[in-house]
Nanobody, 127 residues
């Protein structure tokens, strides 16, 4: 059974960097054909695809966040990490890590969360 768990601070100050880690158990993140993904949902808004790191280590980003986002992985720990730079209150959201079978070339909003995902973690940007 594949399980994902997000970890990181729940409160970040404006202009700082948000860092979240997803720990995966039950499957290697180098397993062929999967994309290890970050998704967020601001209050009252949809499920926004932020980006992903592939099974081979390539990273993909939403065009709207590309300039501020970095996704990396640590295969020795079976983890992948999101860094979002220069956060503002508009980055307040529930952040999810998930496993997907694809990545997206443009802005993309899920109708529903992927079946294999973490429980989500609330991140608030406030001074």
């Amino acid at each position: 059974q594949v399980q994902l768990q997000e970890s990181g601070p729940g409160l970040v100050k404006p202009s700082q960097t948000l860092s979240l880690t997803c720990t995966v158990s039950g499957e290697s993140i180098t397993t062929n054909a999967y994309y290890w993904t970050w998704i967020r949902q601001p209050p009252g808004k949809g499920l926004e695809w932020m980006g992903a790191v592939s099974f081979s280590g390539s990273a993909y980003y939403s065009p709207s966040l590309k300039s501020r986002t970095s996704i990396s992985r640590d295969t020795s720990k079976n983890q992948f990490t999101l860094q979002l730079l220069a956060v503002t209150p508009e980055d307040t959201a529930v952040y999810y890590c998930a496993r997907d079978r694809t990545w997206y070339t443009g802005s993309y909003y899920y109708r529903a969360l992927p079946q294999v995902r973490g429980q989500g973690t609330q991140v608030t940007v406030s001074s």
